[in-house]
C-alpha cells in the first residue's frame, strides 16, 4: 500500500507568529473584529480565516485538525475534548429520533453504553452485532438504518473489521461507514479502504504521555462544517471542545507519532510470540493465530506494524490481578485502563473498561474472566521485560499447567 501517513504529518509547515518553529498558541477564548459587518459574516460562515470563539475553533484547534485529516487522508477534522465528546456529536449528527444503527457488538465500553442506554432516550436504536460476519450486519441493516459503526481494531478483543467490505455494504445501502480507529492509528487509514468517517480518542496513542484527553472526527469539508454551523451543528451546540493549550500539546506529539507506534508494534509483537509460545492464550493481530491476521495485512499500512495491543487469559480473574498486582510491584507497568501510553498499561476488561458490557453478553463475546488487556510501552529492552514477566508468572503458578516451559526457560 503506498499511503503514507508519516510523511503527509512530516510536510506540515507552521510558523509561530513570531518565527517560532511551533505554531503561536492562541491563548484566547474569544476574537475581535475590525469592523462589526466583518463579525455578520464570520458568524454566517462567510469569512474566511477569521475566528469568532474558541467553541468554535480557534488556530491552535484548526492545526490539530488539519494534521489529523492529513493523517488519515481526509479533506478535514474537528477536534474536540475527548474522544466520546466526537463520537456521540458524529453520532447524533447523523441519527435523529427514529434512526436506526447498526454496530460492532465489541467496541469501547463508553461507546457500548452511549448507543445502549443513552441513544435511546432520543428514540435512536441500535442493533448490536457481530462485525466479522457481513451477512449478519447486513440483515441488521433495515429502513431506518443511518450508519454502520465499528472500531478498525476492536476493544478489548483485537477482532479486525473487513472496512472495504463494510464500506461497499454501506454504499449499497445508502449508509455512512464510521471508523473508530483509536487502536490502529497510522498501521490503519479507514479512509483510504473506502470508509466515510474516521474517529479517533486523542488520549491514547496519538497524544501517547497520558496528560490530557482529546478527540477528532476526520471527513469531508462537508461534514465538518456542519458539524461547526453555529444554527444546528453537534458539535457546536453540544460543545465538546478542545482547549488550545492542548490542542497545541498534543499537535507536537503527534510528531513522533510514527517513531512510537513501530515501537509500540515491535514490541507487542515480540511478547505477543513469546507469550503464545509460553503455552498462554494470546490474541494480537499480528500472530498467525489470530483470526483476522490476514485481514489486518490486506489492510495495513505495513511500516507501522499490528498495533500496540494483546491479550492474554490467565484462567481465572484471582489469577488475572494478582499478576497485574505482581507485574506493577516489579515496576513493569501500570495497573490502569487507557493505552497507548509510553509504559506498559494492564486491566482486566471483563472488571473494567468493558463492565458496561453485561456479564451473559461479555461471555457470548469470549471476554472470560482471566482476560489481561496490555497496552505495551516503549521499552528499549523488550527480552528483559518478557523475562521480567515470565519470572511474575512463573512466582504466582501461571505457567504450571502449560507444557512448553521446560523447553523455554
Ligand atoms: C478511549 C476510547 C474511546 C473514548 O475516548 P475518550 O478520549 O476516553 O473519551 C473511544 N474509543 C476507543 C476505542 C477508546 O479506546
Do not use: W
Amino acid at each position: 500500500m503506498s499511503f503514507k501517513p508519516a510523511n503527509k504529518i512530516q510536510d506540515l509547515q507552521y510558523f509561530g507568529e513570531f518565527g517560532g518553529v511551533n505554531p503561536s498558541i492562541s491563548d484566547s477564548a474569544t476574537y475581535t473584529f475590525l469592523s462589526a459587518k466583518k463579525m455578520l459574516d464570520t458568524f454566517e460562515g462567510h469569512a474566511e480565516g477569521c475566528y469568532l470563539y474558541s467553541r468554535h475553533a480557534s488556530p491552535s484547534t484548526l492545526y490539530l485538525g488539519e494534521a489529523l485529516a492529513a493523517m488519515e487522508g481526509t479533506e478535514t477534522a474537528n477536534v474536540s475534548g475527548s474522544g466520546m465528546g466526537a463520537i456521540t456529536t458524529t453520532m447524533l449528527h447523523f441519527c435523529g429520533a427514529g434512526d436506526h444503527i447498526v454496530s460492532s457488538r465489541t467496541i469501547y465500553g463508553g461507546t457500548y453504553a452511549f448507543l445502549k442506554n443513552f441513544a435511546p432516550r432520543f428514540n435512536v436504536n441500535t442493533s448490536f452485532v457481530d462485525i466479522t460476519k457481513l451477512d449478519v450486519v447486513e440483515a441488521a441493516i433495515n429502513e431506518n438504518t443511518k450508519i454502520i459503526y465499528c472500531e478498525a481494531v476492536s476493544n478489548p478483543l483485537l477482532e479486525v473489521a473487513d472496512i472495504r467490505a463494510l464500506a461497499q455494504l454501506a454504499k449499497k445501502h445508502g449508509l455512512k461507514l464510521l471508523v473508530d480507529n483509536t487502536f490502529s492509528p497510522m498501521s490503519i487509514s479507514p479512509k483510504e479502504l473506502d470508509a466515510d468517517v474516521v474517529l479517533h480518542s486523542l488520549t491514547k496513542f496519538i497524544n501517547g504521555t497520558n496528560d490530557t484527553m482529546g478527540g477528532v472526527v476526520c471527513g469531508t469539508q462537508e461534514l465538518i462544517n456542519s458539524l461547526r454551523s453555529v444554527n444546528d451543528g453537534a458539535a457546536m451546540l453540544l460543545g465538546p471542545s478542545l482547549d488550545s493549550m492542548r490542542a497545541a500539546s498534543i499537535l507536537k506529539n503527534m510528531r513522533t507519532l510514527h517513531i512510537r507506534i513501530k515501537q509500540h508494534s515491535k514490541n507487542a509483537l515480540y511478547l505477543a510470540k513469546r507469550f503464545e509460545d509460553l503455552g498462554l492464550k494470546t490474541v494480537y493481530p499480528g500472530l498467525a493465530s489470530h483470526p483476522s491476521h490476514e485481514l489486518f495485512k490486506s489492510m495495513m499500512n505495513s511500516a507501522y506494524g499490528f498495533g500496540g495491543l494483546l491479550t492474554i487469559d490467565v484462567g481465572s480473574l484471582e489469577k488475572a490481578n494478582a499478576l497485574m498486582e505482581l507485574m506493577q510491584h516489579e515496576n513493569l507497568g501500570y495497573l490502569a485502563v487507557s493505552l497507548g501510553f509510553y509504559k506498559t498499561l494492564f486491566s482486566a476488561p471483563g472488571t473494567s473498561t468493558s463492565s458496561e458490557i453485561p456479564e451473559e453478553e461479555q461471555i457470548e463475546m469470549g471476554l472470560s474472566d482471566g482476560l489481561i488487556r496490555f497496552s505495551i510501552g516503549l521499552d528499549d529492552d523488550i527480552e528483559r521485560t518478557f523475562r521480567m514477566m515470565r519470572r511474575c508468572m512463573n512466582e504466582l503458578g501461571i505457567l504450571e499447567s502449560t507444557k512448553k516451559i521446560l523447553e523455554t526457560v
